[in-house]
């Protein structure tokens, strides 16, 4: 308790905006007097939808009352809610008529809005969370779909992020679930910065890795305390969320959070999966993401590199070029094909400069991949966790079947220019005869035989 205490303080004067930070149970009460201490006589605005409003914000309210604080009335979204450039546009509309803070009460949507259109109009704001649903609260940037497109905008993140957790409890399960997988991402994330690391393409920066790393087998521990909604236990994942967003504030960047697991669910995002109707959350696309990652990972911790032959390697890995018709093929014309092309020809590297990146893996074998081991946790288990926690834990509950997963691990290697595991096992020259180990009768996903979800 008391080294998390001191992690988070380490964490909060790192971090570039946000100066205040409270997760407790009915913390939600004390938000006039909270606002006061950050922003002075300022007046406030309430940002909500329905729910939230009805879940915090009336009270949020109340405390401003009690306190005779000045707050205009609230400005509540109706059910066309959605994180897109005209619910900005409408925000931002209604906060050019006056000069007050906006106090963002909900989760992902709501705070990405308001982190937005705050921005847009010029002043800070702070947010009181209503479920612990994903890393964004704390987090630089905001994640909005602009024509069709989803992207993250720079902006900065809250002056002050409250967490109240009797609101979180309340909270559909269902949510609480989405922020474990994006946690749970943090396991894979970190083994892919370490190969970064491994290869001189990302050194790790040891404070923003500690700020994620430190306690995030403790943060992740308890999956059924989780899905039960214990307090105690959804203090850790709210934690583990926000010093999340913490790191990517510090190195303005989402490589302390986000690796090749965010990469499965970035494609899917831009390829417009829905499964049943509906768009599958961030978290839970992420958790599957996070499996795939994993047993990747696995696969290169199964081998024996000491005696892997580098000059060969090179020599086989394709040019620009080549890799652009590759691209074409997996991904058709379009803007997808153009993006993969920019991102690809961002980490793209061969000759000596490819030869360097080898050595640092392959030379380092030993240590690195009991550095790794230490890192990850088994396939079954993390499997296990996402299943008691209520993740999905099988590509199929989001609608993407063991073929599509396949193609996605080939097409997602493209869409980003951050170097993870995908990037290693292409340059090695080992990621067809992973995929098929991964899809064999021995792997996690068996094609043959699979049943269509
Ligand atoms: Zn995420």
């Given at each position: 308790m008391e080294m998390e205490q001191q992690l988070i303080e380490r964490a909060l004067k790192a971090?570039?905006?946000?100066r205040f930070l409270a997760v407790e149970q009915g913390i939600r009460h004390q938000t006039a007097g909270i606002f006061t201490s950050m922003f002075g006589p300022r007046e406030a605005v309430i940002i909500a939808d329905g729910n939230t409003y009805e879940a915090a914000g009336r009270d949020v309210e109340a405390s401003f009352v009690r306190e005779n604080r000045p707050l205009r009335k609230p400005f509540i979204f109706g059910p066309h809610i959605y994180a897109d450039d005209e619910c900005v546009r409408e925000l931002a509309g209604a906060l050019r008529s006056h000069d007050a803070i906006p106090i963002a009460v909900g989760s992902g949507t709501i705070n990405d809005l308001t982190k937005l259109a705050a921005h847009q109009t010029n002043r800070p704001y702070m947010v009181v969370g209503t479920a612990a649903s994903m890393d964004g609260y704390s987090a630089y940037g905001a994640s909005i779909t602009t024509a069709g497109s989803k992207d993250t905008v720079d902006c900065p993140a809250p002056m002050a992020v409250l967490a109240d957790l009797d609101v979180i409890a309340q909270a559909p399960k269902v949510m609480n679930a989405w922020g474990y997988g994006d946690l749970m991402a943090k396991v894979v994330a970190g083994a892919d910065w370490i190969l970064a690391d491994a290869a001189g393409v990302e050194a790790i920066n040891p404070p923003v890795w500690e700020t994620v790393q430190g306690l995030l087998r403790s943060w992740i521990g308890s999956p059924e305390a989780i899905a039960a909604n214990e307090p105690s236990a959804l203090r850790h994942l709210v934690h583990g969320l926000v010093m999340s967003g913490f790191a990517m504030q510090a190195s303005l960047s989402s490589r302390p959070a986000s690796g090749a697991e965010h990469q499965f669910s970035h494609l899917w995002d831009m390829q417009h999966h829905t499964f049943e109707g509906k768009t599958p959350s961030h978290g839970f696309k992420v958790g599957i993401g996070v499996l795939a990652s994993l047993a990747l990972h696995e696969d290169l911790l199964s081998r024996d590199l000491s005696s892997f032959d580098i000059d060969a390697a090179v020599r086989a890995w394709p040019s620009m070029d080549e890799l652009e018709q590759r691209i074409h093929r997996l991904f058709g014309p379009g803007a997808l094909e153009k993006r993969a092309n920019e991102e690809t020809r961002a980490k793209y590297a061969s000759g000596d400069a490819l030869r360097a990146q080898l050595r640092g893996i392959v030379e380092n074998w030993p240590e690195l991949r009991a550095k790794l081991l230490a890192q990850l946790i088994p396939f079954r288990e993390l499997q296990g966790m996402l299943r008691r926690a209520g993740?999905?834990?099988?590509?199929a509950q989001i609608g993407i079947s063991r073929a599509r997963l396949r193609t996605s691990y080939m097409q997602c290697c493209y869409m980003r220019r951050r170097f993870t595991v995908l990037d290693v096992a292409q340059r090695l020259g080992i990621f067809d005869s992973a995929l098929d180990k991964l899809f064999g009768?021995?792997?996690?996903?068996?094609?043959?035989?699979e049943v269509q979800p």
């Open positions: 971090a570039r905006d946000t993740c999905p834990f099988d590509p009768p021995h792997g996690p996903w068996p094609i043959e035989g």
